[in-house]
């Protein structure tokens, strides 16, 4: 009798697995019901533009070793060519899926220097950001404002920078470029917009054998 209760219970439990086991089946594998943000996701190509570039035409050997021939009518006529480029300048490049057109072009070579802007608060001085290459970003007379690095994401120019101050808690703000040449940097973001220019060399009168003290210094830039 015992023999035939121990079968039953053991063949209820059997069902009892299945119908569970059916209960957690899915018809979609795990990995396919993950969603990615592909906005997070940096198509950035990265190289160097070479000789066969012209009016047009963007010759770019990437920094993977490969030879990408790209249109730059898009980026051109929507404005996302910024710095321009010669041969020898490292560049930064979103392209369509094809790789035949160029949407955006950022001038690293060009991007890379001081930048200045006239100081807000007294006029007189300025402030602004040292962009090293290498992803290394440096504040100019900007002791509240430390940037630390830098890079570009998807066409848009990401600074790192904490605040004195405020510990080691690091902000990042992204930027969207405006314009980009030689002598002029302008980005902004929701809520302001950077302009800059590039640093004017101080004159020099060591040569006329004339020496100014600090007042006469400030007058003389004042005319000038």
Known sequence: MKKYVLMAVAAISLLNMVACGDGKKSDVPFEETESVD???RDSTIYGICAEGSAMHTLQLITDNGDTLTLSTIPAQEAGH????YS??????????????KAILIVNITT????????????GTSEMGIFIRDGGIAESINQPAIIYETWRLVNGQLE???????????????RYQLLYLSSDSLAYSNEEDT????RP??????????????????EDMQMVM
């Open 38 to 40: 592909n906005s997070l």
């Open 81 to 84: 060519l910024f710095g321009g």
């Open 87 to 100: 041969i020898g300048d490292h560049m930064a490049v979103l392209t369509d899926q094809s790789k035949q």
């Open 159 to 173: 600074l790192m920078s904490v605040r004195d101050g405020g510990g080691d808690f690091e902000e990042v703000e």
């Open 200 to 217: 004017q060399p101080e004159e020099d009168y060591s040569g006329l054998g004339i020496e100014l003290d600090d007042e006469a210094e």
């Open 194 to 197: 950077y302009e800059y220019s």
């Open 111 to 122: 991007l890379l220097g001081e930048w200045v802007m006239p100081n807000p608060m007294d």
